[in-house]
């Protein structure tokens, strides 16, 4: 029996672009509860105090391993591996051999020929195909996210404790040595008798620890963490208060794949299976190009221009050496004017259809969510993943403007909501089109400098 | 072993009002999705298209079987039960010893001598309470929401097809012969060759039929349903949709009941245990009395006054009779202020604390919402049950209040949130109270009358 494709599937449709646009699949699902208390609170608790985040089920781990795996990963990452191995981490970026990327997750060096990828779809399978066809000394093992296997039980659980005051617990329910608290530098926690690994990171601009270890652990680790983390009154964030966190962060969480069109990523489009993630994902938005590859984003777009690092040949290297030296669109955050938002919602109570439904508080609808950003009425920018931001206390989005739009202060229009009612995505309630004013700010948005120039307005 | 009683677990507070206040239980749950489409679109399904509510797992139902079953009734309803019995239904109401509202529910007269009471929990309990302590032929089966019990099957499927395409759906689907459409009146449907009972009632003003038989039959039943419901455009109602539906109708889900004082009622809550649903159950809102027995309700209150007859003996009845002499709350229809509602959206994107979140579309944060209703600050009536409807494209609420107040048109105030900057239940995040204007409507608000005078605003 022959498994139909993404390549089969993309040929039912008119094009890319339609089929992503009304795909049925609403926005990324993270399965946890939507709050355990409530969303604002939890939110804020990553500010002002702690709160523990359960990671456990809405990523795609992949284990690659061998003599080869550093070899492999350094073929598909446009990063340096220069120095990398057991107990180094880093954000992996990969971009397809036209320069546009693919995704990015995190990569962990369990050992030195044991390395683990944690994130969006995407990239799991795009590893796993390139190891495939390889023909070098190098495994596999793809361990899916709950939602697309939710009989099976992870290989691990993932937690996070983040805030001010995470480190305080951390420290009184770590049982082993000190902790590795540097910036995204791995290291042991021991916490109910069982050992688990960490990578520091931070959120809010506190710094904070992800934890991990076996899944049949996890109860164990995380009844603990409850425990002691309740003297500190620490919140357990639901999925509605996660949603928020990326954008906080200034994190894209899912760029479009740029693997939709071109000779080039055809076998992999054939290698898909078509009800892959990447095969029914959705893309929302104003942006609505009729070429699926205007959605395609460069590294530098992503803010991740920095990372690009030709000290090794890789996949979509040439073409990033000819567009380093090209303008780039720059990252920024905008802040939603509050005056066009509560338009939003004044829309509720108007004529139907009304405005776009803005939910509280991710209001995007897809999972690839695209809006345009307007000056004087003319594309100047892609918008993503607006939310309310219960620290910020502002609607934020992530964008990518134009270099000479990107100054904290520039005052820019987002176009919000779909053309012609609306496209034929289950969720996607019938609409009229309007603009919202937004203002520049930096990313990520909460440092205390974007505080104090905002509060001074 | 002693089961701990919710009487007992009285006893661990300094009042039964600071534990409904403070309970850690947040709203009804409707077990189903939050949505199968989008909310805004199955809410207007009902009053424009057809929509299919599964019902199936939210209720708890009660058999009362046995000689006298209907004595056992007529003993607990305030209703006549003159001509009752097979193929009748009614709206049972039932309160206690001094004529205040222990709930409702709608009482199916399944055989002359079997009953069947679906309904929120309360009277569910009351109803098994009173046979257990009767000493008459009559035995009750408790059949409890899933909630409760989620492992364990119902023993009855329940749906609901409404809106004005629902008896187009229900004649091409039914197998069998003709079907009831009068009012409240019960019937019969064969559906892919399942025999079902139907009650004929309506919603938005359109009539439909709510429908069950055997859960074991519900999947088939479910699937033609939605085969045949899909060339009519029918779409199903989530839980968010569904959770606007009672206050569109003029219904008032749940009275808190008035059970948790009097030595009258003493034995009730040493039967009840103190996980049980009554025990454990959430109040709301500004209206924040020391004294439980400021929330009782009468049946005037409700809209009840018309069921209340006194060709029987009942229990309360004295105490009802005295209450039928004096002057009334009446029930309306609050629209709330669009400005106003604004100004909770707004306050999110002001400083922390703002106002009370509405969430949308359900905007109360418990089991028994009570907001005050003021005028000139001193407060006339209660509103309850908040929600947006995306049919009056409007906020709504159910009140009940004094009854010179109660003339369309007239200009309230209500008070929104809680006291203090909110109780102890974790769902409520620290807010600010503020007041918002509201006009009086009659119940239902979809009556054309309505709509056209609001239109004409």
């Known amino acids: 029996m022959t498994t139909r494709t993404l390549e089969d599937r993309l040929k039912e449709w008119p094009s890319p672009a339609a089929m992503l646009q009304n795909s049925q699949m609403g926005p990324y699902v993270f399965p946890i509860a939507p709050q355990y208390t409530n969303w604002i609170e939890e939110v804020r608790a990553w500010r002002h105090g702690a709160v523990l985040l359960n990671q456990s089920y809405h990523m795609t781990d992949l284990y690659v391993r061998g003599p080869d795996a550093l070899r492999l990963l350094s073929h598909v990452g446009v990063n ?25 997750g995190i990569l962990f060096g369990l050992e030195d020929d044991e390395y683990l990828y944690v994130g969006r779809p995407p990239l799991a399978y795009w590893i796993a195909y390139q190891a495939e066809i390889s023909g070098w000394n190098v495994t596999t093992e793809l361990d899916i996210r709950s939602l697309e296997n939710p009989d099976r039980p992870r290989r691990l659980y993932r937690f996070e404790v983040q805030g001010p005051k995470a480190l305080d617990i951390l420290n009184e329910v770590n049982e082993g040595g000190p902790l590795t608290t540097r910036f995204f530098h791995m290291g042991e926690i021991t916490i109910a008798g069982c050992k688990a690994r960490t990578l520091a990171h931070g959120m809010g601009g506190a710094p904070g620890l992800e934890l991990w270890g076996p899944y049949e652990e996890g109860k164990k680790v995380y009844d603990r963490l409850i425990e002691v983390g309740a003297k500190w009154g620490m919140l357990r964030a639901g999925s509605r208060a996660y949603s928020c966190a990326a954008m906080e962060s200034g994190w894209i969480p899912s760029p479009l794949p ?155 229009r987002i176009l919000w909501g779909e053309k012609d009612g609306g496209t034929a995505k289950p969720h996607v309630e019938r609409h009229v089109q309007m603009t919202v004013g937004a203002e520049v700010h930096p990313w990520p948005i909460h440092e205390a400098a974007r505080e104090s120039y905002r509060a001074q307005k």
């Open 258 to 412: 740029a693997i939709y069109t071109g000779e080039a990523m055809k076998g992999f489009r054939q290698w898909l299976p078509a009800d892959n993630f990447l095969a029914v994902c959705s893309v929302g938005g104003s942006f609505q190009p009729e070429n699926v590859e205007d959605y395609y984003l460069t590294p530098w777009d992503l803010g991740y221009g920095r990372m690009v690092k030709f000290d090794h040949d890789f996949i979509g290297r040439p073409a990033l050496e000819r567009m380093a030296a090209q303008p780039h669109r720059t990252k920024v955050t905008l802040v939603w004017d509050r005056e066009d938002v509560l338009k939003i919602f004044d829309g509720l109570m108007g004529p139907y259809p009304g405005p776009k439904l803005m939910e509280l508080p991710a209001g995007h609808y897809a999972a690839h969510p695209y809006d345009q950003v307007l000056l004087d009425g003319a594309l100047v920018g892609l918008s993503t993943y607006p939310v309310y931001s219960a620290n910020e206390r502002a609607w934020i989005s992530l964008a990518m403007v134009r270099p000479d739009l990107a100054a904290q202060g520039t005052k820019l």
């Open 80 to 104: 340096s591996f220069a120095g990398f191995g057991r107990d180094k981490a880093k954000q992996l970026v990969c971009v397809n051999p036209d320069g546009y990327v693919i995704g990015d």
